[in-house]
Structures are given as structure tokens and as C-alpha cells.
């Protein structure tokens, strides 16, 4: 199956912090999604992204669509605890989302 | 309104056991994803349906498993003599057809014995 490769695997940072994290592929996605997981929660969609190149904002969140379409970045400005938890990005082929393996986010307040 | 249920939350089993896992989705979604998350790794693609049929169940990892959607609404996972690596969290998506926003739910834990 594909392969997605996120990093960094965890990060600890301080309240206030700006966070970006990455997400990269041996393949080519037409579609790039952000999702966070709570403990006991199923991921919850952040961002969606359609085309290469594009920077898409939610809020505090914004991402990118790598030029190459086999990449991507979700950065977060400020961060507050309830930022806590773990982050996945998914790439789509067709019918089938292919999801990376996760960075965990731990915020100190 | 209701977001997407499954049910039981937690499933704990005898090597060999058939076990079923339950998915409601939310109403009106006609594309279902089965996913099977591991402890420390991302979900992983199981089937797909959309409306009653399995639109692509490449994910399934073996004949054991199987999927049914019988009426459009509600999916079924159906594992038969479970392993001990069959352990995970097994996750339920809806969504609107032809879009990206899954919804899923809180998943089903299995621990196979």
C-alpha cells in the first residue's frame, strides 16, 4: 500500500508556540487532508486540500498542498492547550484515503 | 444531530471467535469506510461502500473479514476465527457521497485473546 510519512513523531511545546509538522509520499495524491484524534475519538477533518500548490487556512491552522502533489504541511500559530493530541494527514486515490502515521502534539501551558 | 455510532465500544475475544462489529452511519450518508487503526499508526483502508455495495474492499487484509451493508444504512464487520493480530481499534466513516468530509466514529476496540 502507499506509504505516508509524517514528522516529527512527537513534539512538546510551550503555550503560544507556533507548530508545523509534515507529511510526505512516495506517491501522488490528487487530495491532501489534515486530521486531529482525541483519546477515544475518532480523527476529526481540519483541512482538505485539492490542488498542488494550494495554502488553505481554518483558523489558527493552515496548510499546503506540495507543488510535487507527493507532500504536504499543516502549520498551527499559537498554540493553546486543547491543540493536544495527534495529527494525521491522508492523501486520496479514488476511493481509498491512505493515512500517515501520526504526530502526537503535547502542549505545555 | 447524530453522528456516526458503533457499537460495542470495546470487544474482547477468544482466539478463534467470530466477532461482529456495528456501524451506524449518519443519516442520509451513502458512502461507508471501514478503517483498522493499530496502536501508534495511522487508520488503515479496509472496504468502501457506497449505498449497499461494496464499492472497493481491496483493504481487507484476508478472507476472514468481510463486510455487508445490507440495507444502505447500517454496515456490519464480520471477522471469523480471530487472531491475536486482528487486535485494534476498528473505525467507521460516513460521508455525504463524493466528498472528502468523513465523519467517524469513536471506533470499536478488539482484543483477541
Known amino acids: 500500500g502507499q506509504q505516508l510519512n509524517q514528522s516529527p513523531q512527537s513534539m512538546f511545546i510551550q503555550e503560544g508556540e507556533d507548530v508545523s509538522m509534515n507529511c510526505t509520499s512516495s506517491?501522488?495524491?490528487?487530495?491532501w487532508l489534515w486530521y486531529k484524534q482525541d483519546p477515544g475519538e475518532g480523527p476529526v477533518l481540519l483541512i482538505a486540500?485539492?490542488?498542488?500548490?494550494e495554502l488553505t487556512s481554518n483558523g489558527r491552522l493552515t496548510a499546503q498542498f506540495g507543488i510535487t502533489r507527493k507532500d504536504s504541511f499543516l502549520n498551527i500559530s499559537a498554540s493553546i492547550p486543547s491543540d493536544v493530541g495527534i495529527y494525521f494527514c491522508?492523501?486520496?486515490?479514488?476511493?481509498?484515503?491512505?493515512f500517515g502515521t501520526g504526530t502526537s502534539l503535547t502542549v505545555i501551558p | 444531530g447524530a453522528g456516526v455510532s458503533q457499537t460495542p465500544s470495546n470487544k474482547v475475544t477468544e482466539k478463534g471467535k467470530y466477532v461482529e462489529l456495528r456501524c451506524d452511519p449518519i443519516?442520509?450518508?451513502?458512502?461507508l469506510y471501514w478503517y483498522r487503526q493499530s496502536l501508534g499508526q495511522g487508520p488503515e483502508f479496509l472496504i468502501y461502500?457506497?449505498?449497499?455495495?461494496?464499492?472497493?474492499d481491496s483493504g481487507l487484509p484476508n478472507d476472514r473479514f468481510f463486510a455487508v451493508r445490507p440495507e444502505g444504512s447500517v454496515s456490519t464487520l464480520k471477522i471469523q476465527r480471530t487472531e491475536r493480530g486482528d487486535s485494534a481499534v476498528y473505525l467507521c466513516?460516513?460521508?455525504?457521497?463524493?466528498?472528502?468530509?468523513?465523519?467517524f466514529g469513536p471506533g470499536t476496540r478488539l482484543l483477541v485473546l
Open positions: 486540500l485539492y490542488k498542488a500548490g
Open positions: 466513516a460516513s460521508a455525504t457521497s463524493g466528498t472528502e468530509t468523513q465523519y
Open positions: 443519516s442520509g450518508h451513502t458512502a
Open positions: 506517491s501522488i495524491f490528487n487530495t
Open positions: 461502500f457506497q449505498g449497499t455495495g461494496a464499492a472497493d
Open positions: 491522508a492523501g486520496r486515490t479514488g476511493n481509498q484515503f491512505y
